[in-house]
């Protein structure tokens, strides 16, 4: 999606929202709209499709490996994607922002993880990460922000045998970009659910790490409103605090 007010003299940062498992783009996009957001902050909206395992759509979260069940080179096709980006728009290289649900929360981790040259920060919805180990190896800070439901029965929060529990992914971004621990814990309500909201902040580059715990909350793309804000802004205003630089 081309912003309104897009001007080719003027640089405009990129978001890159991914859809889950068996996702379609354009139908992820009509739960996870950002379009009218694009519009009146002025960033470039980005849906991409991802290829078929198995027969349905997916993204693949990690490197090459014995375990790996997909080949395909969802990384290389992101700095492709980026590229042709820039040749087509005037793109703004140090804010583009990658974010996801499900498993294209686990992408935009992986990017975060194997192309934070190109990624200034990322978020998650209902997501996980697959790598906590020295490969991930961001190069720079990374600013985090995640959504996750405390009943969501099909990426635990508490982790399992397959994936890494919410508070690990935390640790782990906090740890790396060396946040304050002694995490700030503020309380909401959104269409009668409780909202907990994490925020460690004071990081390298003044970065931050952000997560909303969603009391009772499922495996869903969030229709959150707090404060008259929904996931959608919420993301923005996070990722439009930071360049790849850190604090704006």
Same mark, same amino acid.
């Given at each position: 999606?081309?912003?309104?007010?897009?001007?080719?003299?003027? %640089?405009? %940062?990129?978001?890159?929202? $991914?859809?889950?498992?068996? *996702?379609?783009?354009?139908?992820?996009?009509?739960?996870?709209?950002?379009?009218?957001?694009?519009?009146?902050?002025? +960033?470039?909206? =980005?849906?991409?499709?991802?290829?078929?395992?198995?027969?349905?759509?997916? /993204?693949?979260?990690?490197?090459? &490996?014995?375990?790996?069940?997909?080949?395909?080179?969802?990384?290389? $096709?992101?700095?492709?994607?980026?590229?042709?980006?820039?040749?087509?728009?005037?793109?703004?290289?140090?804010?583009?922002?990658?974010?996801?649900? !499900?498993?294209?929360?686990? +992408? #935009?981790?992986?990017?975060?993880?194997?192309?934070?040259?190109?990624?200034?920060?990322?978020?998650?919805?209902? &997501?996980?990460?697959?790598?906590?180990?020295?490969?991930? !190896?961001?190069?720079? %800070?990374?600013?985090?922000? !995640? $959504?996750? &439901? @405390? #009943?969501?029965?099909?990426?635990?929060?508490?982790?399992?045998?397959?994936?890494? #529990?919410?508070?690990?992914?935390?640790?782990?971004?906090?740890?790396?970009?060396?946040?304050? @621990?002694?995490?700030?814990?503020?309380?909401?309500? #959104?269409?009668?659910?409780?909202?907990?909201?994490?925020?460690?902040?004071?990081?390298?580059?003044? =970065?931050?790490?952000?997560?909303?715990?969603?009391?009772?909350?499922?495996?869903? /793309?969030?229709?959150?409103?707090?404060?008259?804000?929904?996931? *959608?802004?919420?993301? /923005?205003?996070?990722?439009?605090?930071?360049?790849?630089? &850190?604090?704006?």
């Amino acid at each position: 999606h081309i912003p309104e007010n897009y001007d080719e003299n003027d %640089p405009m %940062p990129v978001v890159l929202n $991914f859809h889950g498992f068996g *996702g379609r783009a354009e139908e992820y996009a009509s739960y996870a709209d950002m379009v009218d957001l694009s519009d009146s902050e002025g +960033f470039l909206l =980005v849906y991409p499709q991802g290829s078929l395992l198995d027969g349905s759509p997916h /993204w693949n979260a990690a490197l090459d &490996g014995s375990d790996n069940k997909s080949d395909a080179e969802d990384l290389e $096709f992101i700095d492709i994607l980026i590229r042709r980006l820039s040749d087509d728009y005037k793109v703004d290289m140090d804010r583009v922002y990658a974010c996801g649900y !499900s498993n294209g929360g686990f +992408f #935009s981790f992986a990017l975060a993880c194997y192309r934070s040259d190109l990624i200034a920060a990322v978020g998650s919805i209902s &997501g996980s990460q697959l790598d906590l180990g020295e490969t991930c !190896s961001p190069t720079h %800070p990374t600013p985090v922000i !995640s $959504f996750h &439901g @405390t #009943s969501d029965s099909t990426i635990p929060y508490d982790g399992n045998s397959f994936y890494f #529990s919410v508070e690990e992914i935390l640790n782990y971004w906090v740890s790396i970009n060396a946040t304050t @621990t002694n995490v700030e814990v503020d309380e909401y309500q #959104s269409r009668g659910q409780q909202i907990n909201y994490y925020n460690y902040t004071d990081g390298n580059n003044d =970065v931050s790490v952000n997560h909303y715990q969603v009391i009772g909350g499922g495996h869903i /793309w969030f229709d959150l409103d707090i404060n008259g804000q929904n996931t *959608g802004d919420l993301l /923005w205003d996070f990722f439009d605090q930071y360049d790849i630089n &850190g604090k704006r």
